[in-house]
Each structure stands twice: as structure tokens, then as C-alpha cells.
């Protein structure tokens, strides 16, 4: 069997499919079942029908390319990622595991390799949180992960329910049917940029993912006391913004006390009401991330950030109120699923580097139903979710190549 990636066609379709934005290149804007969401989705599809893939989508938009094996009744060995982008992203992110496992299928019919197991394609809905709040919706309902009805009560900034939108894109399945059967995938592997600067430093040019770390998301409301700029004095104030401040800061701080590299926490969200420059703050919402590769570590770290507001709203007289939007457990990626990574690298002569995945994936749901690994490739500087994002052309080819081997070796 000889393999070979098309690295200028495979180039050429990610150059295609960031041109389907709603943002001026280089930046990308794809929120999940808005127009141009759904262009890029019928793109994809076409894509995979062209390479005689039978493609089918579930009810909540994960898109399935199947090419059947020689045992079609076999479980199935998956491989993918998403193609909906946060505001003003990269055209990588996601893209590299759809659009570099397409070729990869592609590769092993241009080879005659013949699978025993059929080997799928997923483009994974809604991955990123931008428009329900939650992050891998789609991954979440195909694993269990996250009930139909709690889904039900999602909704975007207009109001409209996850229902609705679905709907207006034309999915008018039941989601009660979007859960896989135990057993559907055999295993499961996801191409995908590292997103972070640890392949580069190393100058090597592809990781094996070792475990993935998992967030835990809160909105934590401030209710304090509003009051004209000049006619309130400092004794008397109740400032929810000031109070904000010092949990922001506190969040900071518990993060850090932990003393591991792997317990990150970010407030990206800070929404100040009325937020006029000559009235004070009577109101204040924050979104926090806290996430760790220990779960045991990363609620720890929740707990001090509790006691912090618990302290911050007596002394400030104000209240803080915190709502858990989510809370994940991490995962181990499969000793299977990475001993047939690694042969694969070896296979070619690549060397790799054995790693955590600090942002988490569609794949940490998978796990949850199917021996699931992840392949990273470097990406400059470490930058994703920004314009700049980049990964090299050869080094996409190169996870593309060991990712068919991959696909070969899991489904013989």
C-alpha cells in the first residue's frame, strides 16, 4: 500500500472553505446554521459525495460520510472535527481534522487499501460555544454526554431555542435519535492543530495526544448598587464592577495557587450594566473557563473561587450569584488508539511528541462511547481562534498521511 497525500489540493479546499465567511480574510466567521454556516456544511457534503462517500446528517446537524467496509455490519472507525469558527478565527481550527481526514480517505482509495471496517467521516455541530453558550453540543448529544432535554433549554443571544434555529436550517429530526448505538465506533481519531506553542518549541512536527483536559464554564452574576457618578460618595458605594474586578482577580489567583501548569482559568465575558461613564456599575455579568487535566485539581480550584466571592460580596456588600453552565470530566486518550498513532508515525519515520491537549475537543465526548485518540500538528506561534492562526501546508499533509495509516491500521 502506498500512500500520498494531495498537500496543494488538500491546501487548496482549506483555502476554499475560509472564503465562506462572514468575516474579511484572513479572519473567519462561521457561527454554527446561519447562512453562511449552512453553505460551507452543503460545500463539505458535496465534497464527500464526490469522493463516494454516503453521507447522511443526524438531527442535530453532525454530518456522517461513510465509506463502507468489506463488513458493513462491523463498528465503524471514525475520524473528523468541525468546521464552525468563533468570530473573527483562523481558517485551521477544526477544519485541518475534517478536511485533512477527507483526503486522508481519499488517499487510501487512491491506494486500493480496502477497509474491513467501514472508515467515517464526522463533521461535528456546533463545536464552539459562540452561539448556545455550550461547547461540542453536537458531540455532547451523539455520546450521551448531554440529555435532550437539557439541550431543549438552550438558547442564542435572539432567544431562540436550539429547536427553532435547527429547524430554520432544515434539520427536523428527533433528538432523541442523534445518541449512537453502544458499539458504533470501533475507534474513533481527530486530526487537529495543537493550538498551543509545545510542537513548535520542540521543532517537531506532530504530537500524540495523551489526555484531554475538560471545562468547567460558570456565568457568576454581580448585583450591587447603581447611583449617579458624582452624587455617590466612596463610603457609601456598591460598586458591582469594582467587586468584579476582585473576583476576576481572585479567579486569577486560585488558578495559579494550584502550582500545575495544567489549571487554567479565564474570564472572557464581563457584561457591565448600565455601563454609561457617569453612572456606577449596579450590575455585572461574568463568564468564566476553568479547566485542568485533573478533575479533582480543577474542583479544587472552583471551591476557592466560591469562598473568594463568598468574601468579596460580604465585604462589598453586594451579592454574587454563580450558575454552573457545565462541568466536564477530563479524559485518557485509548492505549490502542495511541500505539496505532505511534506506529504509524514510525511507519513513515516521523518522530512525535507524547502530549496533553489543554484545549478540549469533540473527541473528549467521543471517549465517553468509543476508544478515542487525538493527532496534533504544530500551528506558528501557538495562536488559534484569531486571524493569524497558521499551519504549514506540509505539516498538514504530514498528519493527513499518518492519519491515514492510522485509519488503515484500526480498520483492517
Not at 10 to 23: G, H, K
Not at 295 to 305: E, N, P
Request: hydrophobic share 45%; glycine share 8%; charged share 25%.
Amino acid at each position: 500500500m502506498k500512500l500520498e497525500i494531495d498537500q496543494q489540493g488538500l491546501n487548496a479546499e482549506i483555502e476554499t472553505l475560509a472564503a465562506i465567511s462572514d468575516a474579511e480574510p484572513p479572519a473567519v466567521t462561521r457561527i454554527v446554521f446561519t447562512p453562511t454556516d449552512l453553505k460551507a456544511r452543503a460545500w463539505i457534503i458535496t465534497c464527500c459525495e464526490e469522493a463516494g462517500l454516503a453521507v447522511r446528517q443526524d438531527a442535530i446537524g453532525n454530518i456522517f460520510a461513510r465509506w463502507n467496509g468489506a463488513d458493513p455490519a462491523a463498528p465503524a472507525v471514525g475520524t473528523g472535527s468541525h468546521i464552525d469558527a468563533i468570530p473573527n478565527a483562523g481558517k485551521y481550527d477544526g477544519v485541518v481534522g475534517v478536511l485533512g481526514g477527507l483526503e486522508a480517505i481519499r488517499a487510501l482509495q487512491r491506494s486500493g487499501f480496502r477497509p474491513k471496517n467501514s472508515i467515517e467521516l464526522l463533521v461535528f455541530a456546533t463545536e464552539e460555544p459562540t452561539r448556545f453558550g455550550i461547547g461540542c453540543l453536537g458531540s455532547r448529544l451523539l455520546s450521551g454526554t448531554l440529555s435532550v432535554e437539557a439541550a431543549a433549554k438552550l438558547k442564542d443571544r435572539d432567544g431562540e431555542t436550539v429547536d427553532e434555529v435547527r429547524r430554520k436550517a432544515g434539520l427536523n429530526g428527533n433528538l432523541q435519535d442523534v445518541k449512537l448505538a453502544k458499539g458504533y465506533y470501533k475507534a474513533f481519531v481527530e486530526l487537529h492543530i495543537e493550538q498551543g506553542p509545545l510542537l513548535e518549541r520542540a521543532k517537531t512536527s506532530l504530537g500524540i495526544v495523551k489526555s484531554i483536559a475538560a471545562p468547567a464554564s460558570l456565568r457568576i452574576s454581580i448585583e450591587g448598587s447603581g447611583g449617579h457618578a458624582g452624587g455617590v460618595l466612596m463610603p457609601d458605594r456598591k460598586d458591582a464592577l469594582c467587586a468584579a474586578a476582585e473576583l476576576i482577580l481572585a479567579i486569577e489567583s486560585a488558578a495559579r495557587a494550584t502550582g500545575a501548569a495544567d489549571t487554567v482559568a479565564t474570564v472572557g465575558v464581563c457584561d457591565v450594566f448600565p455601563g454609561a461613564v457617569n453612572s456606577i456599575p449596579s450590575r455585572v455579568s461574568i463568564m468564566l473557563d476553568i479547566r485542568d487535566t485533573d478533575l479533582a485539581r480543577r474542583d479544587g480550584a472552583m471551591k476557592a473561587i466560591e469562598s473568594a466571592s463568598q468574601e468579596i460580596a460580604a465585604k462589598r456588600e453586594v451579592s454574587i450569584q454563580s450558575e454552573l453552565l457545565n462541568a466536564d470530566a477530563p479524559a485518557d486518550c485509548a492505549p490502542e488508539v495511541r500505539s496505532a498513532l505511534a506506529d504509524s508515525c514510525r511507519e513513515h519515520g516521523f518522530p512525535f511528541l507524547e502530549m496533553v491537549s489543554r484545549a478540549y475537543h469533540d473527541s473528549l465526548f467521543v471517549s465517553r462511547i468509543a476508544p478515542t485518540g487525538m493527532l496534533f500538528i504544530p500551528c506558528r506561534n501557538g495562536y488559534s481562534h484569531r486571524p493569524d492562526e497558521y499551519a504549514a501546508p506540509e505539516d498538514i499533509a504530514r498528519g493527513a498521511l499518518v492519519l491515514a495509516e492510522t485509519l488503515a491500521r484500526l480498520s483492517a
